[in-house]
């Protein structure tokens, strides 16, 4: 098997490899960075609950902790105070930990070879391949390396200035500098203990507040869009107010650890395949005002590409189920993106009188919490309810969770009887999970034989893509005996009665990209 080539070796770059070692698919990473990541405090990410997985790393541990809360305070009134569920809860990490969590991890795939100082140059593009050409500088000589890679496909997960972008042709329009947020680590001891929050009516104005790891914070301060210098003595004095008044006047002690200034860009690539080439990341999408998350969405691309390739690498004839990539994700982002060009001008007062009274109307702090707390367009995981793979079953259950939405996560039962949680089954393959009330009482071996169980598990091994049947006591909103799809992204495909097969036979065909599921071979198991 040709391996995938990946170019770049940022969190999205190494995460794709580490997904594509877990469906068995080999992968090049193209590691052109001149060394590892720099130690920033004042470089953070948050993961919300759909890619907190990627938190789970060895490695990671309570350098991600879990929020809390989220608290909205004015003028020191708190207006809005929102509790999390541990299982729904964003974690927060420097964006080096992440790095550095991916870096080990891939280094102890066998499956994953990373070509350290190498940097894509060119590619070209055959009917069963593509070839990378890439440039390394030789140590001693002080020259350049030139090196050919074989692959079955490439994915650029080079960044904003992407090589594989250009050498595609592919435009990135959109906006640069869409807001500018003075930041701040500091070891301090604040009066919410693991909320993040945002406080408005601060002789600073605003302020965005998140924990991370101990009784360590970040502080980001919306910059006037005049794009005026950030002084050392204006970034104290905005630590210093802003302490102040949360402590009745009086600045505490505090450690400041790391200053920056962070800008925020808008932009979205005009295609995200070109044949064997994809696009993910930076290289596709730019995000960040308003609180989205860029490096959450980049996870979110590799949940969504890696089994699709996987399919594509191991069993071939996956063009539409390789399309869908693009369907899905460019469309999920952009929506975004549009979501946040909507709320700028209301929640910043940019948009005359008009924008200032929908703001009014609508609520300017209902609005910024959305980023933080996931939901609306802004801030919600992406639902790809109109995908070029969704399915259509002859009988519909019902649940909480829409189709094309993530997946609760619930406790399961494997079929060796082993206990798990649904969310630590994603990532491989299709998973056909039946809701079965009393299947915690009694010992698999006794149900396994009984009921729908004996003919969803050899169906299961018939189906046009690799699965894994688990069975779960409840599922919010499932009536008992519903089967429920989950991708390996962990986005619900289709929930219909447990003994519907033709349904189930129709949307593993749907998912796989083919449209007579009875004309199709079953999957590789």
Same mark, same amino acid.
């Given at each position: 098997?040709? !391996?995938?080539?990946?170019?770049?070796?940022?969190?999205?770059?190494?995460?794709?490899?580490?997904?594509?070692?877990?469906?068995?698919?080999?992968?090049?990473?193209?590691?052109?960075?001149?060394?590892?990541?720099?130690?920033?405090?004042?470089?953070?990410?948050?993961?919300?609950?759909?890619?907190? *997985?990627?938190?789970?790393?060895?490695?990671?541990?309570?350098?991600? =902790?879990? $929020? #809390?809360? $989220?608290?909205?305070?004015?003028?020191? *009134? +708190?207006?809005?105070?929102?509790?999390?569920? !541990?299982?729904?809860?964003?974690?927060?990490? @420097?964006?080096?930990?992440?790095?550095?969590?991916?870096?080990?991890?891939?280094?102890?795939?066998?499956?994953?070879?990373?070509?350290? /100082?190498?940097?894509?140059?060119?590619?070209?593009?055959? &009917?069963?391949?593509?070839?990378?050409?890439?440039?390394?500088?030789?140590?001693? #000589? /002080?020259?350049?390396?030139?090196?050919?890679?074989?692959?079955?496909?490439?994915?650029?997960?080079?960044?904003?200035?992407?090589?594989?972008?250009?050498?595609?042709?592919?435009?990135? @329009?959109?906006?640069?500098?869409?807001?500018?947020?003075?930041?701040?680590?500091?070891?301090?001891?604040? =009066?919410? &203990?693991?909320? +993040?929050?945002?406080?408005?009516?601060?002789?600073?104005?605003?302020?965005?507040?998140?924990?991370?790891?101990?009784?360590? $914070?970040?502080?980001?301060? @919306?910059?006037? =869009?005049? /794009?005026?210098?950030?002084?050392?003595?204006?970034?104290?004095?905005?630590?210093?107010?802003?302490?102040?008044?949360?402590?009745?006047?009086?600045? &505490?002690?505090?450690?400041?650890?790391?200053?920056?200034?962070?800008?925020?860009?808008?932009?979205?690539?005009?295609? $995200?395949? #070109?044949?064997?080439?994809?696009? +993910?990341?930076?290289?596709?999408?730019?995000?960040?005002?308003? /609180?989205?998350?860029?490096?959450?969405?980049?996870?979110?691309?590799?949940?969504?590409?890696?089994?699709?390739?996987?399919?594509?690498?191991?069993?071939?004839?996956?063009?539409?189920?390789?399309?869908?990539?693009?369907?899905?994700?460019?469309?999920?982002?952009?929506?975004?993106?549009?979501?946040?060009?909507?709320?700028?001008?209301?929640?910043?007062?940019?948009?005359?009188?008009?924008?200032?009274?929908?703001?009014?109307?609508?609520?300017?702090?209902?609005?910024?919490?959305?980023?933080?707390?996931?939901?609306?367009?802004?801030?919600?995981?992406?639902?790809?309810?109109?995908?070029?793979?969704?399915?259509?079953?002859?009988?519909?259950?019902?649940?909480? %969770? !829409?189709?094309?939405?993530?997946?609760?996560?619930?406790?399961?039962?494997?079929?060796?009887?082993?206990?798990?949680?649904?969310?630590?089954?994603?990532?491989?393959?299709?998973?056909?999970?039946?809701?079965?009330?009393?299947?915690?009482?009694?010992?698999?071996?006794?149900?396994?034989? +009984?009921?729908?169980?004996?003919?969803?598990?050899?169906?299961?091994?018939?189906?046009?893509?690799?699965?894994?049947?688990?069975?779960?006591?409840?599922?919010?909103?499932?009536?008992?005996? %519903?089967?429920?799809?989950?991708?390996?992204?962990?986005?619900?495909?289709?929930?219909?009665?447990?003994?519907?097969?033709? #349904?189930?036979?129709?949307?593993?065909?749907?998912?796989?990209?083919?449209?007579?599921?009875?004309?199709?071979?079953?999957?590789?198991?």
């Amino acid at each position: 098997m040709l !391996p995938v080539i990946i170019a770049g070796a940022g969190p999205v770059g190494l995460a794709l490899a580490l997904a594509l070692a877990g469906h068995g698919v080999p992968t090049v990473v193209l590691d052109g960075a001149e060394g590892p990541p720099a130690t920033r405090l004042a470089r953070t990410c948050v993961l919300p609950h759909d890619v907190a *997985r990627w938190a789970l790393l060895p490695g990671v541990g309570d350098e991600a =902790p879990l $929020w #809390s809360a $989220w608290r909205t305070t004015y003028r020191g *009134r +708190a207006v809005l105070h929102h509790a999390f569920p !541990p299982e729904t809860a964003p974690r927060q990490l @420097p964006q080096h930990v992440l790095e550095r969590a991916l870096r080990d991890a891939a280094a102890r795939q066998e499956l994953i070879r990373i070509a350290r /100082g190498h940097r894509l140059t060119d590619l070209e593009q055959g &009917p069963a391949e593509v070839i990378a050409h890439s440039s390394a500088r030789a140590p001693q #000589s /002080g020259g350049d390396r030139a090196r050919q890679w074989r692959g079955s496909h490439l994915v650029g997960c080079d960044g904003p200035r992407s090589t594989v972008r250009k050498l595609i042709g592919v435009p990135f @329009p959109g906006r640069t500098d869409v807001e500018r947020f003075a930041v701040a680590a500091l070891r301090a001891d604040l =009066p919410w &203990p693991r909320e +993040a929050g945002l406080h408005r009516g601060l002789p600073t104005g605003e302020v965005t507040v998140r924990p991370l790891a101990g009784d360590l $914070w970040r502080l980001d301060w @919306p910059l006037p =869009p005049d /794009g005026g210098l950030v002084t050392p003595e204006s970034l104290l004095a905005r630590v210093h107010a802003t302490l102040g008044a949360w402590h009745d006047g009086e600045v &505490p002690a505090y450690d400041l650890l790391d200053t920056g200034v962070h800008v925020c860009h808008q932009r979205l690539a005009r295609g $995200w395949r #070109s044949g064997r080439v994809f696009l +993910a990341g930076d290289a596709a999408h730019l995000l960040g005002a308003l /609180g989205t998350q860029q490096v959450a969405e980049g996870l979110r691309d590799v949940d969504n590409l890696a089994w699709k390739l996987a399919v594509a690498c191991r069993q071939g004839d996956a063009e539409t189920l390789l399309d869908s990539y693009q369907a899905e994700r460019r469309t999920a982002v952009g929506a975004r993106l549009r979501a946040v060009d909507q709320a700028l001008p209301l929640v910043r007062g940019r948009g005359g009188i008009a924008a200032r009274l929908g703001a009014l109307k609508r609520g300017r702090l209902a609005l910024l919490a959305d980023s933080h707390l996931g939901r609306g367009t802004m801030g919600g995981p992406a639902r790809y309810g109109g995908s070029p793979i969704a399915c259509a079953p002859r009988l519909v259950a019902t649940t909480q %969770t !829409p189709v094309g939405a993530p997946v609760a996560d619930v406790p399961v039962i494997t079929l060796a009887g082993d206990r798990d949680r649904l969310r630590h089954r994603l990532g491989g393959p299709l998973l056909l999970v039946l809701t079965a009330p009393g299947a915690r009482v009694w010992d698999a071996k006794h149900w396994l034989s +009984a009921g729908l169980m004996p003919e969803l598990a050899a169906a299961a091994q018939a189906l046009p893509l690799s699965a894994e049947l688990l069975v779960t006591e409840e599922y919010p909103g499932a009536d008992a005996h %519903t089967l429920l799809l989950v991708r390996p992204d962990g986005h619900l495909a289709a929930a219909f009665p447990g003994a519907d097969q033709d #349904s189930l036979r129709s949307c593993a065909a749907a998912l796989r990209g083919f449209t007579d599921p009875a004309a199709e071979p079953a999957a590789e198991h």
